[in-house]
């Protein structure tokens, strides 16, 4: 499949601990950047954004993000995002977006020997070469800008490097993948959003949105494109995950798709187990449906009695497991369709809920390096993988914005949120 798939699988058979030792030398030689932790939302959920109450410079059991297992990790470069629920469109997502942007540099000047905060690819290389953790920031749901491209350079100059265009939900001017369309793709609102992120610099993310949505992105976009966290759809039939059509464009992009660990997005057997509890939960949200005692003329929900019928449901029913053979899947597929130039790494840690058997934490990624060693991808197409390919799309966009800032001005235009 890959250049020098014959000799790698002869000089590492499956019982072998040299493909684990060689993983490590390569991750020691080569960035890995992976393209999207929730580490922030962890951080401002658990201990309200105070690094005094969850000192990350520790193990910390709550997290699958702490300095000790970055560096196990290997990791080279991380984006931390700044994830903005959906449920703040229209009611403050700008204000929380800035809130996430503060807790990550706080973090990055409060452990200065671990990280710096770069902006380029050539800050990613820079900060590897000093023995440091290159900490980049994106946003994760395009209602942070509230209607504005003022508000959205004002966030590039802050330092991010990516918006996802949608989370889970459509908003004013972009369609979401997990929920109706409003617009059948952008908007001619979200259309200027794509072409003033080309003109700054910023990467389009693709992750969440619908497959319209990518089609119009990709059409409309000059510079690479990007899925800071998504799988592919053929092995996973998740609609956050990568069809296969769209997967064969990407080349043209010249764009990435960085693989997400969530086992609902690697794992068939685990989607449709949660299509079954999620149905579930609606059928008995109605059964569970009482007359609110102080209120006699309006109906609520027995959580209580909800949630235990749930679990007793799961206790019966437990849900199945994914695990690191099928990340690698998914890597195969998006290698063999997109190309071995357009796939990467975007973990989702620490905002998923579960996680697949052997890749636990942010201290595993020498596991699935070894496996993909394994399964006979050559050291050049590990190095493209772990941080290569991305270093390329990144250097794109930054060509494209120096040359659009020559061309164009700042476009001004604003919609209500």
């Known amino acids: 499949m890959f250049a020098g798939a014959a000799p790698l699988a002869a000089q590492f058979p499956s019982d072998s601990s040299e493909p684990l030792a060689h993983a490590r030398e390569l991750l020691r030689e080569t960035p890995l950047v992976d393209g999207h932790n929730d580490l922030p939302w962890r951080v401002r959920e658990l201990?309200?954004?105070?690094?005094?109450?969850?000192?990350i410079a520790v193990h910390?059991?709550?997290l699958h993000t702490d300095i000790p297992r970055l560096r196990e990790g290997l990791v080279g470069a991380q984006f931390f995002v700044s994830y903005v629920p959906a449920d703040l469109i229209g009611n403050g997502a700008a204000r929380f977006a800035l809130m996430q942007m503060d807790l990550i540099r706080r973090m990055v000047e409060r452990y200065p020997e671990t990280f710096v905060f770069?902006?380029?690819?050539?800050g990613i290389e820079s900060a590897h070469e000093a023995g440091k953790i290159a900490a980049l920031t994106g946003l994760e749901g395009g209602h942070a800008i509230e209607g504005s491209l003022d508000v959205l350079r004002t966030f590039y100059d802050l330092g991010a490097r990516y918006m996802t265009l949608t989370h889970w939900a459509s908003h004013a001017w972009a369609d979401a993948a997990t929920d109706e369309p409003r617009h059948n793709g952008l908007s001619p609102f979200g259309e200027l959003v794509v072409r003033e992120m080309n003109r700054l610099g910023m990467l389009v993310d693709l992750s969440h949105v619908s497959d319209s949505t990518m089609m119009d992105a990709m059409r409309i976009s000059e510079a690479p494109v990007i899925y800071s966290h998504s799988s592919a759809r053929a092995l996973d039939n998740h609609p956050r995950n990568v069809p296969d059509p769209i997967l064969r464009r990407l080349s043209e992009n010249d764009g990435i798709v960085m693989v997400n660990y969530s086992p609902t997005f690697i794992s068939q057997e685990v989607r449709d187990w949660a299509v079954t509890r999620d149905s579930l939960v609606d059928s008995l949200r109605q059964a569970f449906t009482?007359?609110?005692v102080t209120a006699p003329d309006s109906m609520v929900v027995d959580t209580a009695g909800l949630r235990q019928a749930v679990a007793g449901w799961t206790e019966t029913n437990p849900a199945p497991r994914a695990h690191l053979e099928q990340v690698a899947d998914h890597i195969d597929?998006?290698?063999?369709?997109?190309?071995?130039d357009h796939v990467g790494f975007g973990s989702d840690y620490d905002g998923i809920d579960a996680i697949p058997q052997g890749l636990e934490d942010v201290s595993t990624f020498p596991a699935i390096v070894a496996e993909l060693l394994r399964r006979g991808y050559s050291d050049e197409d590990v190095r493209k993988l772990l941080g290569q390919n991305f270093l390329r799309v990144l250097?794109?966009?930054?060509?494209?914005?120096?040359?659009?800032?020559?061309?164009?001005?700042?476009i001004v235009a604003t919609i209500p949120p």
């Not at 597929?333 to 071995?340: P, R």
């Open 47 to 55: 201990a309200a954004g105070d690094f005094d109450s969850l000192d």
């Open 333 to 340: 597929h998006l290698a063999q369709v997109a190309g071995i």
């Open 118 to 122: 770069v902006t380029t690819a050539d």
């Open 395 to 410: 250097r794109g966009a930054e060509a494209v914005a120096e040359r659009l800032q020559q061309e164009m001005d700042p």
């Open 60 to 62: 910390q059991d709550s």
């Open 290 to 292: 009482i007359v609110d």
